[in-house]
């Protein structure tokens, strides 16, 4: 069974400062990989996914992700944060076979403060 | 993107009623649905796994006869949360996918919100 690591679980950052979010994960085979953004009251909004192909993956928002694989990680950054980045980031992985359920991390919870 | 949505986003009820949550995918035939729930500050828990027309699979520790999963249908999941208690508030998401047998990505319904008072 796959699981998710997020080891940052409240990021403080002021606005323009440059973000990075770890995120590792277990699994013994091939994975995809996701990060979500959850805004205060609102549902789930995929921010990029990693399939195959470029380890690197831009996403929506300037918000881009590394797959390094031997390290078994998957970490979020953008270079410069601004307050509308306030929300909670969900790290998840799920099997590369048939249809598997994402698996989360337990989130980490970003404040840009200005 | 393929859009997932679900019914009610809101729901309060009395303790010991039921209260049915629906999924529907508007644009594709879903497969495979999963059903999560996120208690609050928390991360999204996966509950069950349901496909068209067979019994769904639930995770250790839910209980399937209080948290009722039917997928009639290709477009169609609905989560019936029975004799509902304040325990059970939550923010329940259901997700789908597409690709039968083929890794796809999940697209998520915008959630429910139950209030058991």
């Known amino acids: 069974a796959q699981s998710v690591s997020q080891h940052n679980h409240h990021v403080i950052l002021s606005e323009a400062a440059s973000l990075e979010l770890g995120c590792n994960y277990s699994?013994?085979?091939?994975?995809?990989l996701f990060w979500y953004v959850q805004y205060p009251g609102q549902h789930l909004q995929l921010l990029l996914k990693y399939f195959s192909g470029d380890p690197l993956v831009k996403g929506i928002k300037g918000f881009e992700a590394e797959f390094i694989k031997s390290k078994f990680s998957f970490n979020l950054r953008k270079p410069s944060v601004q307050w509308s980045d306030t929300a909670e980031y969900f790290c998840a992985v799920n099997a590369n076979s048939g249809n598997t359920p994402l698996v989360f991390g337990k989130g980490t919870r970003l404040s840009v403060i200005a | 993107g393929a859009v997932v949505s679900q019914h009610p986003s809101w729901v309060i009820c009395k303790s010991g009623t039921s209260v049915k949550i629906e999924c529907r995918s508007l644009?594709?035939?879903?497969?495979?649905m999963f059903w999560y729930r996120q208690f609050p500050k928390q991360s999204l828990m996966l509950m069950a796994t349901?496909?068209?027309?067979?019994?769904?699979?639930?995770e250790q520790g839910v209980e399937k006869d209080k948290f009722l999963i039917n997928h009639a249908s290709l477009t169609l999941s609905t989560l019936t949360v029975t004799s509902a208690h304040p325990e059970d508030s939550s923010f329940y998401i259901c997700s789908a996918t597409s690709h039968r047998g083929i890794t796809g990505e999940l697209f998520f319904g915008e959630g429910s919100r139950l209030t058991v008072l």
């Open positions: 699994y013994g085979g091939t994975v995809n």
């Open positions: 349901s496909n068209e027309g067979s019994k769904a699979t639930y």
């Open positions: 644009d594709f035939q879903a497969t495979t």
